[in-house]
């Protein structure tokens, strides 16, 4: 493998959004259904974008409801520490690398504009592919990146903190890499599911990634003076 580009989930793998997320959505569905929501309840309905998880607990209300969340959103980032520790330099690392960063996630367009300007985190990233409220398409998506880059999908890793990151990861083509650095993060389960590699830091992943680089210039090295 040469690798060429890395695509991250973002909700748990580049901030710690999930909270954040989670509280926005009661919030909006609390008032509306006259009861108490769980964490739970809402995280079982994770996959599409949030129009699509609102439309499942409040059908016939979604702009409305959408509006208030993007609010709620975008107000709780101030309140709640959803960066996460390493992440900015790992990210200028990988970039003096040379490779090629993008995202991946099922967050609407709007959420996951909210929160990339506030970590200011655009800088790093030459695409930017949010999901969808009918479900989840992050296989399509890898694919697009792959093919805007042009690339061989074998030579881009996918970096996400779910079981299913890893599986959709496989599928596509590219290498599983699990971004175990969020206490809350299965690194068990990602492995099971198929990561290549798991890390509980992101000054790991930048580890392994210029390990790749060196393994590739001794191999070079070899090769040549073999010739």
Not at 10 to 15: E, P, Q, S, V
Not at 61 to 72: G, S
Not at 84 to 105: C, D, E, H, N, Y
Not at 165 to 194: E, F, I, S, Y
Request: some cysteine; glycine content about 8%; hydrophobic content about 40%.
């Amino acid at each position: 493998m040469t690798l060429r580009g890395l695509i991250f989930d973002f909700d748990g793998t580049l901030a710690d959004t999930l909270p954040v997320c989670t509280q926005a959505l009661r919030e909006v569905f609390e008032p509306r259904l006259g009861r108490e929501v769980p964490d739970a309840e809402v995280r079982r309905h994770f996959g599409p974008s949030e129009e699509g998880i609102i439309q499942r607990f409040v059908p016939g209300h979604v702009n409305e409801c959408l509006e208030a969340y993007l609010h709620a959103y975008e107000r709780l980032h101030h309140t709640y520490p959803v960066e996460i520790p390493g992440i900015t330099a790992m990210l200028t690392r990988l970039k003096r690398q040379g490779l090629s960063l993008a995202v991946v996630t099922a967050k609407g367009l709007e959420s996951a504009t909210i929160s990339v300007d506030h970590l200011g985190l655009a800088k790093y990233f030459s695409l930017v592919e949010v999901g969808t409220p009918i479900g989840e398409r992050k296989l399509g998506s890898i694919g697009k990146v792959v093919a805007r880059w042009s690339v061989d999908v074998h030579d881009v890793a996918y970096v996400g903190d779910m079981p299913i990151d890893m599986r959709v990861a496989k599928a596509a083509g590219a290498v599983p890499l699990g971004a175990a650095w969020l206490p809350a993060t299965p690194g068990d389960a990602l492995r099971r599911a198929g990561a290549q590699e798991v890390f509980s830091r992101p000054r790991a992943l930048v580890r392994w990634v210029e390990s790749q680089a060196r393994e590739r210039e001794r191999a070079r090295g070899s090769a040549e003076a073999n010739y």
